[in-house]
C-alpha cells in the first residue's frame, strides 16, 4: 500500500505521474509494475472522459484489442475522433489492472464535446475567446498576485512544436528516435522491487528540460496531430488545465493515492503548480457539440500510422511480439517468421533460426546495442532466410512486422440502431470483418449468397464500402459475383453518417437512393442508380427511382446521353432471372430509349473531330452491346429492335460524313453479328483504302474502327485477304503522311495480344497468300493441313466436353461428331 511519504499516498499528497509513450510496450510493462508496487485507489488516464461509464466493458471477454473509443458529433457524424488501444497501450494496460483489482478508473482529458468542435470554422470566434484567455493566463491578468505570476510562468515558453523522442534521441546521440526508444526503455528491465518508478522519474526529467528548452509546444484538445502537422497554439494548456481540475478532484475524493497515466509530454505541466481560478478561466467559453462515443474494432495497420494519439508507430506487429514475450524475445521472433516463410512453401530450418538469432546478436554488439532491435532482427532475416532478396522479407514485414490483427468489440457496446441492425445481419449471414483484404464468391442461386450480394449491395449505396465488385473468372453468368472484402475502422464512421437515413441497412439504403435519384444530374447517373436498386433489392425506391428516370429520358435529346444510359438499363433487366425482381416497366423505359437512339444515332455521328468521334464510337460498341441484350422483342409495340439496329449500322458504314472510326466500327459489328459477309466487309475496305479521294489519315482511322479493339487482331490473322488490303494500303502511303498516319496504326495494333502480334508479323514477312511450306506439300501454315481432320476433331470431343461441363442431352452419340461440334461452337459464343 502507498503511504503518505510515498507519491499517490494519502489526502493532499502528490499524485502519481506515470509518464508513457502511447502504445509503448516498455511503458505498459513499467504502468503495471508502478501499479503493481504502489497499489493506488484510483487510476486516471489520459481521454475523453465521455468514456467513463465504457470502460467496464474492456474487461469482457468478447473485447480483444487492438480497439479504438470512437466519438463523433451526434448533428454530424463525420466529425469524429479515434482513440486506439493496443494490448501494449500503457493506457490499455492500466484499464485493465484497475477492473482487475476494482479500482476506479477514470479519462481525464478534454472531453470530446469539446475537441470535436474545437476546429470548426463557424466557431471561430469562440476560440478567439480562448486564446484570449490564454493570452490574459500569459500575461499574468487571469488572476492576480503570486498565483497570477505562476499561472504566467506555467504558460511561458516559446510556440515550437518538436517531437519529443526525436529530441532526446538527438541529446544522447542517436539519428533514429525509434533505435533510442528500443535501447533506453524497450531493452530495459523493470528492476527489483522499489526501483518501479524510475523509469518515470527518468523520462519526466527529460521532459522537464524539453519544455523548458522549447517551451509548451502547442498540441490541440483533441488526440493530438502528428508531428509536424499544423496546430493551433495554446491548446496543450487548455487540456493540462482540465487534467488538473479532474485530479484535484480525485485526490479529494480518494485518500489512498491517485494514479494518471499520460503522455510523457503533459507529466511536467501536471506537476506544476497553478491555481483553481487560472485553470478554470483556460477552460472558459469552449465551444461544445454534442458527442456520443463508443467501443469500434481497430487494426494493427491502423496503429502504424500517425493517428490517434499521435503517436503512430512503424511496427506494431514487433511491439506486440515484445509486450507478449516473457523471454528469449529474440528467439521468439525468428521462430515466428520461419513459420510464416515455411507457410509460404520457402525452406527455412532449424539451422536457419539459430544463425539468424546469432547474427542478430553479432549485429546489436557490433552496433553497441544492448539487445538486437528490429533493426538487427530485420537484417539478419533478409541476409539468412531470404537469402538477401528484399521480396520474402516485405512478407514478413506485412504480416508480422505491422500485421493483419483486427480487434473485436463485444455485443454490449453501445453503438447507432443502423450499427446494430448491420451487426445482426453479418452475424446471420456469417460474414466476419478482417483486416485482411479477402475474395468471396457468391452464388446468387443460393439464398444466404444472394442475401449477403444485397447486403454488400446496400452498403455500398450508403458509402460504406466493405466490399468491391471485381471480375469473376470462374464464370461469366448473371448468377456469379465476386467480392473483394476489406474492413477498414474508418467505416464505422461512415455507418454513423448513413444513420441519418434509417435505423436498418435497407430502410436507410432506400432512402438514400431516393435522395440521390433526386439530386441526380445527368440520365446515366439515374439509370445507374436504377441498377445498383435492382442489385440491392430495393423494390420501395425503384418507383421513385424510376418516374425520374422516365422524366429525365424524355427530357433529354442527347443522343450521347441517352447511348451512356442504355447499357445500365439493359444490364439490370438480366438480374430479373436471378435475383427474382420485377423488370417489366424497366424494360419499356429501355426500349424507348433505343429507340430514341435508332433515331438519332445517324445525324448525330455526322461532321464529329477526332475526340467526339472516338467517344461516339464507344458509345456504339456500347449501344450494340445493349441491344442484343435486349433481344427480338424487349417490350410490347417496340417492334424487332436487332433488325432495325443492323440497318441503322449498313447506314453509317456508307455514309461519307461520318468519321472513318465509326464507319469502320459498323462494318466490323455488322461483320461480327453475320449480317455482312466476309466479301463484303473486303470490299467495303478496298473501297476505302483504295479510293484516291481517302486520305491517309481517314483510312487509318477507318482501320482503327474496324481492327481495333479485342478480336482485331485475330481477324487479320484468319483472313488473309483483309491483311493484304492493309498491307497494300500501308505500303502505298506516301512518305510524307506515314508519319501522320503512324501513331493511329501504332495506337491499334498496341491493344493485340502478343501471340496475334508475333503471327501478324509472320505473315507479313512472308507476303499475305504466300504458301508458309513447300509446294509440294500444299500447306498453309506450319504445323497445320490443308484441311480439317474430322476425326481427329472428334476424338477430343468427350475432354472438351468434360471441361465445358455439358450436359448428357448435348452429347452427340455415333455419328453424331458434327451435332456435338455444333453445340461446342454455341457454348463457345
Not at 499516498?9 to 505521474?17: D, H, T, V
Not at 487510476?43 to 480497439?67: F, Q, T, W
Not at 442508380?529 to 427530357?555: G, N, S
Amino acid at each position: 500500500m502507498t503511504g503518505p511519504d510515498r507519491p499517490g499516498g494519502g489526502r493532499g499528497a502528490e499524485p502519481l505521474l506515470l509518464g508513457v509513450r502511447h502504445h509503448g510496450p516498455g511503458s505498459a510493462r513499467a504502468v503495471r509494475a508502478a501499479l503493481e508496487e504502489t497499489r493506488p485507489e484510483v487510476v486516471l488516464i489520459e481521454g475523453p472522459p465521455e468514456a467513463n461509464d465504457l470502460i467496464p466493458l474492456a474487461a469482457d471477454g468478447d473485447m480483444r484489442p487492438p480497439v479504438a473509443l470512437l466519438a463523433h458529433a451526434v448533428d454530424e457524424p463525420g466529425r469524429s475522433a479515434f482513440w486506439p488501444l493496443a494490448e501494449f497501450s500503457p493506457e490499455w494496460v492500466a484499464i485493465r489492472w484497475a477492473l482487475e483489482h476494482g479500482v476506479p478508473a477514470r479519462f481525464i482529458d478534454l472531453p470530446a464535446t469539446h475537441s470535436l468542435a474545437w476546429g470548426r470554422d463557424e466557431e471561430a470566434d469562440e476560440v478567439d475567446e480562448v486564446d484570449e484567455a490564454v493570452e490574459a493566463v500569459e500575461e499574468g491578468t487571469a488572476v492576480g498576485g503570486d498565483d497570477g505570476e505562476r499561472a504566467a510562468g506555467a504558460a511561458a515558453g516559446g510556440e515550437v512544436r518538436l517531437d519529443p523522442l526525436g529530441a532526446l534521441a538527438e541529446a544522447a546521440g542517436y539519428d533514429d528516435a525509434e533505435r533510442w526508444w528500443e535501447d533506453a526503455v524497450e531493452h530495459r528491465g523493470v528492476g527489483e522491487r522499489g526501483d518501479a518508478l524510475a523509469p518515470f522519474t527518468a523520462l519526466e526529467e527529460a521532459m522537464t528540460a524539453l519544455r523548458e528548452d522549447h517551451g509548451r509546444g502547442g498540441r490541440g484538445p483533441g488526440p493530438g496531430p502528428a508531428p509536424g502537422s499544423p496546430v493551433v497554439p495554446g491548446r496543450d494548456l487548455v487540456r493540462e488545465a482540465y487534467m488538473r481540475l479532474r485530479i484535484r478532484e480525485a485526490q479529494r475524493e480518494f485518500r489512498g493515492g491517485v494514479a494518471v497515466v499520460c503522455g510523457a509530454w503533459h507529466v511536467p505541466a501536471l506537476r506544476r503548480r497553478a491555481t483553481v481560478t487560472a485553470d478554470r478561466a483556460l477552460l472558459k467559453g469552449l465551444p461544445k457539440v454534442k458527442a456520443d462515443m463508443t467501443w469500434v474494432p481497430w487494426t494493427n495497420r491502423r496503429l502504424s500510422r500517425f493517428s490517434g494519439y499521435g503517436a503512430g508507430i512503424d511496427s506494431p506487429g514487433w511491439y506486440g511480439h515484445l509486450f507478449g514475450s516473457v523471454d528469449r524475445p529474440v528467439e521468439r521472433w525468428m521462430t515466428k517468421v520461419a513459420g510464416l516463410l515455411r507457410a509460404e512453401d520457402r525452406i527455412v530450418s532449424s539451422a536457419h533460426v539459430i544463425e539468424a538469432v546469432r547474427l542478430a546478436d553479432t549485429l546489436a554488439a557490433m552496433r553497441g546495442r544492448p539487445l538486437p532491435g528490429l533493426g538487427e532482427t530485420t537484417d539478419a532475416i533478409r541476409a539468412v532466410m531470404c537469402e538477401g532478396s528484399d521480396v520474402p522479407l516485405a512478407l514478413v514485414h506485412d504480416r508480422l512486422i505491422v500485421g493483419d490483427v483486427l480487434g473485436e468489440v463485444p455485443a454490449a457496446t453501445p453503438a447507432v440502431p443502423l450499427q446494430r441492425d448491420l451487426t445482426r445481419t453479418r452475424r446471420r449471414l456469417r460474414m466476419k470483418p478482417e483486416a485482411a483484404e479477402r475474395e468471396l464468391e457468391l452464388d446468387l442461386r443460393k439464398e444466404t449468397d444472394g442475401e449477403r450480394s444485397r447486403l454488400l449491395h446496400r452498403l455500398r449505396l450508403l458509402a460504406v464500402n466493405w466490399g468491391e465488385p471485381t471480375a469473376s473468372y470462374g464464370s461469366t453468368g448473371t448468377f456469379r459475383e465476386t467480392w473483394r472484402l476489406h474492413w477498414e475502422p474508418e467505416l464505422s464512421v461512415r455507418v454513423a453518417e448513413a444513420g441519418i437515413w434509417g435505423t436498418t441497412v435497407r430502410a436507410a439504403a432506400t432512402a438514400k437512393a431516393e435522395a440521390d435519384a433526386v439530386a441526380a444530374r445527368g440520365l446515366a447517373d439515374v439509370t445507374g442508380l436504377a441498377e445498383r436498386c435492382l442489385l440491392a433489392a430495393l423494390p420501395d425506391a425503384l418507383p421513385t427511382v424510376m418516374r425520374i428516370l422516365a422524366d429525365r429520358a424524355a427530357l433529354d435529346s442527347d443522343v450521347g446521353h441517352l447511348a451512356q444510359a442504355l447499357p445500365a438499363l439493359v444490364r439490370s433487366l438480366r438480374y430479373g432471372d436471378v435475383r427474382g425482381t420485377g423488370t417489366a416497366a424497366l424494360a419499356e423505359v429501355a426500349a424507348g430509349l433505343a429507340e430514341r437512339i435508332l433515331v438519332g444515332l445517324p445525324p448525330a455521328c455526322a461532321g464529329l473531330d477526332a475526340d467526339a468521334a472516338e467517344e461516339m464510337r464507344r458509345h456504339l460498341d456500347a449501344v450494340h452491346g445493349a441491344v442484343g441484350l435486349l433481344g427480338d422483342a424487349p417490350a410490347p409495340g417496340h417492334g424487332n429492335l436487332r433488325v432495325r439496329w443492323a440497318s441503322v449500322l449498313r447506314t453509317l458504314a456508307t455514309r461519307d460524313t461520318v468519321p472513318g472510326v465509326i464507319r469502320g466500327r459498323s462494318v466490323r459489328l455488322l461483320l461480327d453479328d453475320g449480317e455482312l459477309g466476309q466479301n463484303e466487309a473486303a470490299r467495303q475496305m478496298g473501297l476505302v483504302l483504295s479510293s484516291p479521294g481517302t486520305a491517309p489519315a481517314d483510312a487509318a482511322t477507318w482501320i482503327e474502327g474496324f481492327v481495333g479493339g479485342s478480336g482485331g487482331g485475330l481477324l487479320l490473322v484468319h483472313d488473309e485477304r483483309l491483311l493484304g488490303l492493309v498491307d497494300a494500303w500501308l505500303a502505298g502511303v506516301p512518305a510524307e503522311a506515314f508519319t501522320d498516319v503512324l501513331p493511329l496504326l501504332r495506337r491499334t495494333f498496341s491493344v493485340y495480344e502478343s501471340g496475334a502480334r508475333r503471327t501478324l508479323g509472320e505473315l507479313v514477312r512472308r507476303g499475305p497468300g504466300a504458301p508458309s511450306g513447300s509446294a509440294a506439300t500444299g500447306f498453309g501454315a506450319p504445323g497445320f493441313a490443308s484441311g480439317l481432320d474430322s476425326g481427329r476433331a472428334d476424338a477430343v470431343l468427350p475432354v472438351v466436353r468434360l471441361l465445358l461441363g455439358l450436359d448428357e442431352d448435348t452429347r452427340g452419340g455415333e455419328g453424331g461428331g458434327g451435332d456435338a461440334r455444333a453445340g461446342l461452337v454455341e457454348v463457345a459464343r
